[in-house]
């Protein structure tokens, strides 16, 4: 990926940015060994299929990680100082699933010089499985 090199002049209002990730098994192994969550709703699907799930989760915090990605290298890139991430998840994701990650500037602080991000993820059949507030300053 192309990252941006968006200065805090660059930003306002409305501006947005997106991208697509495929979630796969290597992903969820890497984040199982990372973290050491070892929840069997992330990695026994029969455990997943009593309860209703149609296989394993993907972690939420795994899928979070994108807001990373989506902040660190796209909006607004380079330039980026993650502070604070409020993130919700209406519904599960799978390995497979392909996600859109988007977001868009909701507020430009000048004093601060840092922006507010609202910002989601929906799966290949357009379901919204995360949210996110996301608050980043701008280095000069």
Same mark, same amino acid.
Not at 49 to 63: H, N, P
């Given at each position: =990926?192309i990252?941006?090199?968006y200065?805090?002049? $660059?930003?306002?209002? *409305? ?15 890497s ?11 992330? &990695? $026994?699907?029969?455990?997943c ?12 915090? =795994? ?6 990605? &989506?902040? *660190?290298v796209?909006?607004? *890139?380079?330039? =980026?100082?993650?502070?604070? =991430?409020e993130? +919700? ?7 497979? $699933? ?10 430009? $602080?000048s ?6 991000? #609202?910002? +989601?993820?929906r799966?290949?059949?357009?379901? #919204?499985?995360?949210r996110?507030? &996301? ?6």
């Amino acid at each position: =990926c192309i990252m941006n090199h968006y200065t805090f002049e $660059d930003l306002y209002v *409305g501006m947005k940015e997106s991208f697509t990730v495929e979630i796969t098994e290597e992903m969820q192994r890497s984040f199982t060994n990372m973290s050491g969550d070892v929840n069997p709703m992330h &990695l $026994d699907k029969n455990e997943c299929l009593i309860v209703g799930y149609k296989g394993c989760l993907v972690y939420g915090m =795994c899928t979070a990680s994108f807001y990373s990605t &989506l902040v *660190g290298v796209y909006l607004p *890139g380079e330039k =980026c100082l993650f502070h604070r =991430c409020e993130v +919700e998840w209406p519904a599960p994701v799978y390995i497979g $699933d392909t996600l859109t990650v988007t977001g868009t500037v909701k507020e430009v $602080d000048s004093q601060f010089r840092r922006i507010v991000i #609202k910002a +989601e993820m929906r799966n290949q059949d357009k379901v #919204k499985v995360s949210r996110a507030k &996301l608050t980043v300053g701008v280095r000069e």
